[in-house]
């Protein structure tokens, strides 16, 4: 499963709008189906699950839904898909992924109710994620 991102590449530029659009929902399609690898490989089971990660992706694709310019469209995603390829590639640490995509702009950790956090936790994310 080392080769994830085998049909991903990046295309000439979108000649409408509407093909750019394409391209943003095949980029989602290929980043959800490439989830169930980046939970194993970083060993995200504890903390956060693949539904869980599939919203922030869809978050992260509609924070831009006011852009209508193709080329600004395609820069976006090549940004985007730069990015997968890095998590995908194990180019970044456990905690980045983390930082980035589970604690988010919530500005810590949800807790899923399988673990109980104790009270130093609890002031150490308050501490370092406001």
């Known amino acids: 499963m080392a080769n994830v991102l085998r049909n991903v590449k990046v295309p000439p530029n979108s000649a409408s709008l509407e093909e750019a659009r394409q ?3 095949d980029f989602f399609r290929e980043a959800c189906r490439s989830l169930p ?3 194993e490989i970083y060993n995200l089971h ?3 699950t693949i539904s869980q990660l599939r919203s922030t992706v869809a978050s992260e694709i509609r924070k831009n839904t006011h852009i209508t310019n193709p080329k600004v469209i395609d820069m976006l995603l090549f940004k985007g898909l730069e990015e997968l390829k890095n998590v995908v590639n194990h180019s970044k640490q ?4 983390i930082g980035q995509y589970v ?3 919530q500005g810590r950790v949800e807790d899923l109710g399988t673990k109980d956090h104790s009270t130093f936790l609890k002031n150490f994310y308050n501490s ?3």
């Open 128 to 130: 370092n994620y406001f």
């Open 23 to 25: 391209r943003v929902f």
């Open 37 to 39: 690898y980046v939970m």
């Open 46 to 48: 504890d903390v956060v």
């Open 103 to 105: 604690v988010g702009q």
């Open 94 to 97: 456990r905690h980045h992924i």
